[in-house]
């Protein structure tokens, strides 16, 4: 069973940075896209980025220039690099790969 586990998150001041991991098991992962979501108090679950099998990647509009997606396939791991973190990025960031969704992981940003 595909297993998705988010760490990496905490609170951190305006202006700083961050890298959140979701580690992966239950399958091969590198013939397939993976990807970040987020969600914030209040609001839905939206897209950060795609990390494609195919080794392309997309952005939503407020992770381009930011936040980098990136992946290992030899240890099935997804990262993503936030950096200039603003209090708005405050939210509980998702893993997702397929139908599959980790439990999630907080991030709070705010002096």
């Known amino acids: 069973q595909v297993q998705l586990v988010e760490s990496g998150g905490g609170l951190v001041q305006p202006r700083c940075s961050l890298r959140l991991s979701c580690a992966a098991s239950?399958?091969?992962?590198?013939?397939?896209?993976m990807g970040w979501y987020r969600q914030a108090p209040g609001k839905g679950r939206e897209l950060g980025a795609i990390?494609?099998?195919?080794?392309?990647?997309l952005y939503s509009d407020s992770a381009k220039g930011r936040f980098t997606i990136s992946r290992d396939n030899a240890t099935n791991t997804l990262y993503r690099q936030m950096n200039n973190l603003k209090p708005e990025d405050t939210a509980i960031y998702y893993c997702?790969?397929?139908?599959?969704w980790g439990q999630g992981t907080q991030v709070t940003v705010s002096s």
């Open positions: 997702n790969v397929l139908q599959y």
């Open positions: 990390s494609g099998y195919l080794g392309t990647t």
């Open positions: 239950g399958r091969t992962f590198s013939d397939v896209n």
